[in-house]
């Protein structure tokens, strides 16, 4: 999920929560986004795990701030 600005983050994870009543769902959410971490932490979200972001290259030239990809399991 990639939202332009929190409040539509925050509305797509509401729907998205209310859509898998029955599924778990993970953010994976980078260190350099706070905003989306505070997002995830005002609804119960809890880390359970890392995840490093590799290259090998350069770094792609990628906007970070906004909420990254959902799952749902």
Do not use: H, W
């Not at 953010?27 to 932490?41: G, H, R, S, T």
Request: charged share 25%; with cysteine; hydrophobic share 45%.
């Amino acid at each position: 999920m990639y939202a332009d600005d929190e409040q539509i983050a925050e509305q797509l994870l509401l729907a998205l929560l209310a859509f898998a009543t029955e599924a778990r769902v993970f953010l994976d959410v980078p260190d350099a986004n706070p905003e989306a971490i505070k997002l995830a932490q005002r609804y119960g979200m809890k880390p359970v795990s890392e995840v490093a972001r590799m290259y090998n290259k350069e770094i792609p030239n990628l906007p970070i701030n906004f909420c990254p990809i959902i799952e749902s399991y």
